[in-house]
């Protein structure tokens, strides 16, 4: 996960409980998504004070990345019993490799970066 995304004590106890509990899964599809689960309750995404600035949307854009590195292993998961179990083409495991991070970065990722730029430099002419 990203440097900026935090957990808590508690997050940290759930996600290594979860990690554990995963183990017993009976399916590389079950172990993936109760990691996913784990992952996602781990997670605490950055609220935004009264007064935001670019490190404030540079922090949503950490959440973003941090949701892809749960949620994209299960997508992956499912593709792996996709090309094993039901004979798609192995030339299609990019379909199943790092989704959710394609679809974020350079969009929503560009997005929040280039408002952080935007909001960085609107400060820099307020404080001169």
């Known amino acids: 996960m990203s ?33 996913a689960i784990a992952g996602l309750a781990a997670l605490a995404f950055h609220e935004i004070p009264n007064c935001p600035c670019g490190s404030d949307a540079r922090a949503l854009r950490d959440d973003l990345e941090g949701l892809w590195e749960v949620v994209d292993p299960l997508i992956e998961a499912i ?11 192995r030339s ?17 990722t560009y997005v929040l970066e280039s408002l952080a730029d935007e ?6 002419e307020c404080a001169s």
């Open 3 to 35: 440097a900026s995304t935090t957990f808590t004590q508690g997050r940290l106890n759930l996600l290594k409980a979860a990690n554990m509990i995963a183990q017993w899964g009976e399916t590389d599809i079950e172990r993936a998504q109760m990691r």
């Open 79 to 89: 593709g792996n019993v996709a090309i094993s179990e039901l004979g798609v083409h």
């Open 92 to 108: 299609n495991w990019r379909e199943f490799n790092r989704q959710l991070q394609s679809a974020l970065e350079g969009n929503a």
């Open 119 to 124: 909001m960085d430099e609107t400060m820099k």
